[in-house]
């Protein structure tokens, strides 16, 4: 995953009030933690950091005072309401160190005709290199029929990644979809017409033929 640079300044003001200024400068308050180092507290920019964020597991290169530093996003808090960013948690690390992330699972192909399939987790917890995260881990359902699943265990992870889940926890689940007591009911009821439509049909053919 390639990095997402961003340039941030120091905050010296904290508070609702002050984080109320940043927002509406196109700014938001973030702290960038790890490592034993004390928390800097930073603004980043606003639209950019909106952006990034959308991104699964994205890599920031942080630029502060002419120092770059690398982080992941840990925690994003919004507002409910507006849905807009209030606040970005960064942790601080490094090339060629181990995180812990959670990975969305993608699925592709088709499973076998009439069936669908569930997501029992829609995540893996894997151990990777911090600088090479992946957005997602797919997995191929092509030709599955009812009743297969597959584990955690059992999906082909990137190069370098370590399973953390437990790798008998179902991740997909194919299944037949039962149809319910209307829509069998609806069926039956458009059998008989087109039944009933069919045998008028042939006797009306019969008439004519006899006249």
């Known amino acids: 995953m390639s990095e997402v640079k961003l340039v941030a300044t120091t905050r010296s003001e904290f508070g609702k009030g002050a984080a109320r200024r940043l927002r509406r400068a196109d700014q938001i308050p973030a702290v960038l933690y790890g490592h034993g ?66 990975v969305q699972v993608a699925v592709v192909g088709e499973s076998y005709p009439g069936t669908i399939h569930v997501f029992e987790t829609q995540a893996l917890s894997l151990e990777v290199e911090a600088t090479h995260i992946p957005s997602e881990v797919q997995v191929s359902i092509e030709g599955l029929t009812g009743g297969s699943t597959i584990t955690a265990g059992e999906i082909t992870l990137p190069e370098g990644a370590t399973l953390l889940s437990d790798p008998d926890l179902t991740v997909i689940a194919i299944s037949v979809p039962h149809a319910s007591a209307e829509d069998v009911a609806a ?24 006249s």
Not at 37 to 62: C, E, R, W, Y
Request: glycine fraction near 4%; proline fraction near 2%.
């Open 37 to 102: 180092s004390d928390p800097l507290h930073v603004a980043l920019p606003g639209h950019a950091t909106m952006l990034a964020v959308k991104q699964a597991n994205a890599l920031f290169s942080i630029e502060l005072d002419g120092t770059t530093t690398l982080a992941i996003t840990k925690d994003v808090q919004r507002d409910v309401v507006k849905n807009t960013i209030e606040h970005v948690d960064l942790l601080i690390v490094t090339r060629g160190e181990k995180v812990t992330v959670d």
């Open 187 to 210: 069926d039956a009821a458009a059998a008989d017409l087109a039944a009933s439509q069919s045998a008028a049909s042939a006797a009306a053919s019969e008439t004519e033929l006899g």
